[in-house]
């Protein structure tokens, strides 16, 4: 079975510009969750989606920050404008049911923003 | 408020030596659930085993044991005659009710296995 499928995997891009991120979880998981790994910070939860729908998105730093999920099996990050301060790798992750279930992560994408 | 930590930053041993990760962790909640994952070179965080907070039954697969422990708030990871390829980042993990199940990851402990 294919597992949680990210892409790009790796981004660079000037500052100002839009950033699309993309993930398609595992079919039949109904939680789709977007982290961001930095040396500084660890690992942060951005937002998490039940059944397509937003659940939580008090990690999302700042208004430049959005996430749709149009479909069980697509989700987008968006990141407009972007500032080099968003460098970072951005994980999509999903899971059967809530937050007692394991999560299976993506590879993830690298985010550099010059 | 709920809180991982994983005070060891970076451990280094030798090839076939055991090793123990620590994690330490705080919540007020009585159902919870208790992670660890491995974050190898290639970057992709790979699930290694789950306990919830009414199960504090230690376990064992292969050369990976936990020991969990309420008492002390602790859930343990030892690795047995460890090998080069459990060189990784190993994070310990939290999620419970009164944080509506969100996931809380601890700092992570970089292993290095010199062979």
């Known amino acids: 079975d294919a597992g949680v499928i990210q892409s790009p995997r790796h981004e660079v891009t000037e500052m100002g510009q839009e950033v699309t991120l993309r993930c398609k979880p595992i079919?039949?998981?109904?939680?789709l969750f977007w982290y961001r790994q930095t040396m500084m910070r660890g690992l942060e939860l951005l937002i998490y989606?039940?059944?397509?729908?937003?659940?939580?998105d008090s990690g999302m730093p700042e208004d430049r920050f959005s996430a749709k999920m149009p479909n069980a099996s697509f989700s987008t990050l968006k990141i407009q404008p972007s500032e080099p301060r968003d460098s970072a790798v951005y994980f999509c992750?999903?899971?059967?049911?809530?937050?007692?279930?394991?999560?299976?992560f993506g590879p993830g994408t690298r985010l550099t923003v010059t | 408020a709920q809180k991982v930590t994983q005070a060891q930053t970076e451990i280094s041993v030798v090839e076939k030596e055991d090793v123990t990760l620590d994690c330490v962790y705080e919540?007020?909640?009585?159902?919870?659930?208790l992670f660890w994952y491995k974050q190898p070179p290639s970057g992709e965080l790979v699930f290694l085993i789950r306990?919830?907070?009414?199960?504090?039954q230690n376990e064992i697969s292969g050369r990976y044991s936990w020991n969990f422990q309420k008492s002390t708030s602790s859930f343990n990871f030892t690795i047995t005659a460890s090998q080069v390829v459990d060189s990784a980042v190993y994070f310990c993990?939290?999620?419970?009710?009164?944080?509506?199940?969100?996931?809380?990851f601890g700092a992570g402990t970089r292993l290095f296995v010199k062979a």
């Open positions: 079919s039949g998981h109904d939680y």
């Open positions: 919540t007020r909640d009585t159902t919870y659930y």
């Open positions: 306990r919830n907070s009414f199960d504090e």
């Open positions: 989606f039940n059944n397509n729908v937003p659940i939580d």
């Open positions: 992750a999903s899971s059967l049911w809530s937050g007692g279930a394991e999560q299976y």
């Open positions: 993990a939290l999620s419970g009710n009164t944080g509506g199940f969100k996931t809380i």
